[in-house]
């Protein structure tokens, strides 16, 4: 059974951190990328950060980039999103995907944690 479950959100003010959490089961971790999105009320989700199989390729939306780091550890089949320098705009739902990087079609999402940027 496929799990992927997220941890780590919460409440911060504005120029803290916090370090999102995504703990995998059921599949074969280095065989996906491992990417976080966000969701902000009344908007679409967005892509925030991907990073590859073996954790040397990452990519970032430019809203976050600079500010936030997306690691994996596949001994752990874990990955990260450390956030720093938050702005009240990174309010959002933040999902953990897992998609094949050979067949797309195996995608798989996490139930989402919350995380308010707030004074």
């Known amino acids: 059974q496929v799990q992927l479950v997220e941890s780590g959100g919460g409440l911060v003010q504005p120029g803290g951190s916090l370090r999102l959490s995504c703990a995998t089961s059921?599949?074969?971790?280095?065989?996906?990328?491992m990417s976080w999105y966000r969701q902000a009320p009344g908007k679409e989700r967005e892509l925030v950060a991907t990073?590859?199989?073996?954790?040397?390729?990452?990519r970032y939306a430019d809203s976050v980039k600079g500010r936030f780091t997306i690691s994996r550890d596949n001994a752990k089949n874990t990955v990260y999103l450390q956030m720093n320098s938050l702005k009240p705009e990174d309010t959002a739902v933040y999902y953990c995907?897992?998609?094949?990087?050979?067949?797309?079609?195996?995608?798989?999402w996490g139930q989402g944690t919350q995380v308010t940027v707030s004074s």
């Open positions: 995907n897992a998609r094949n990087v050979y067949y797309s079609t195996y995608n798989y």
């Open positions: 059921g599949f074969t971790f280095r065989d996906f990328a």
């Open positions: 990073v590859s199989g073996g954790g040397g390729s990452t």
